[in-house]
C-alpha cells in the first residue's frame, strides 16, 4: 500500500533546528514531485518547500527561503525538510506529499499531491 510518513518533529526553541524526514513505502518517491506543507489551527494549509522529480530543483516559498532546505536521499526513499533558524511563525503541523508540480514559475499547490503523510507536529517556543 501506498504511504508516506513523517518523522522528526517536536518542540523546538526560537532560533533552533529540525529535520523532518518522509519516508515513501510502496511507491518510490524519486518518480514524485514532493513537497512540505503545514497548517497551523484556524489556518489555511500553506506549501512550504518542494521538490521536482524531473530535475531535482527545489522551490521554498519566500516566507522559510535561507531558512529551510528539501533534499532527497533516493536510496533512502526519503526526502528531507531541514529546518534552521526557527521561528515561534513556524509552529504547525508538517506534512509530506507526492504530486505532480514543483517548478519555479507554479506555486505549491494542494490539488497537485495525489499521497499524503499523517503530519507531524512542529512548535516552535521559548
Known amino acids: 500500500q501506498v504511504q508516506l510518513v513523517e518523522s522528526g518533529g517536536g518542540l523546538v526553541q526560537p532560533g533552533g533546528s529540525l529535520r523532518l524526514s518522509c519516508r515513501g513505502s510502496?511507491?518510490?518517491?524519486?518518480?514524485?514531485?514532493i513537497g512540505w506543507f503545514r497548517q497551523a489551527p484556524g489556518k489555511e494549509r500553506e506549501g512550504v518547500s518542494c521538490?521536482?522529480?524531473?530535475?531535482?530543483?527545489?522551490h521554498p516559498v519566500d516566507s522559510v527561503k535561507g531558512r529551510f532546505t528539501i533534499s532527497r536521499d533516493n536510496a533512502e526513499n526519503t526526502v528531507y525538510l531541514q529546518m534552521n533558524s526557527l521561528k515561534p511563525g513556524d509552529t504547525a503541523v508538517y506534512y509530506c506529499?507526492?504530486?505532480?508540480?514543483?517548478?519555479?514559475?507554479?506555486?505549491?499547490?494542494?490539488?497537485?499531491?495525489?499521497?499524503w503523510g499523517q503530519g507531524t507536529q512542529v512548535t516552535v517556543s521559548s
Open positions: 506529499a507526492a504530486g505532480d508540480l514543483c517548478n519555479e514559475n507554479y506555486p505549491i499547490v494542494e490539488d497537485d499531491y495525489d499521497y
Open positions: 521538490i521536482s522529480s524531473a530535475d531535482g530543483s527545489t
Open positions: 510502496g511507491f518510490s518517491l524519486d518518480y514524485y514531485a
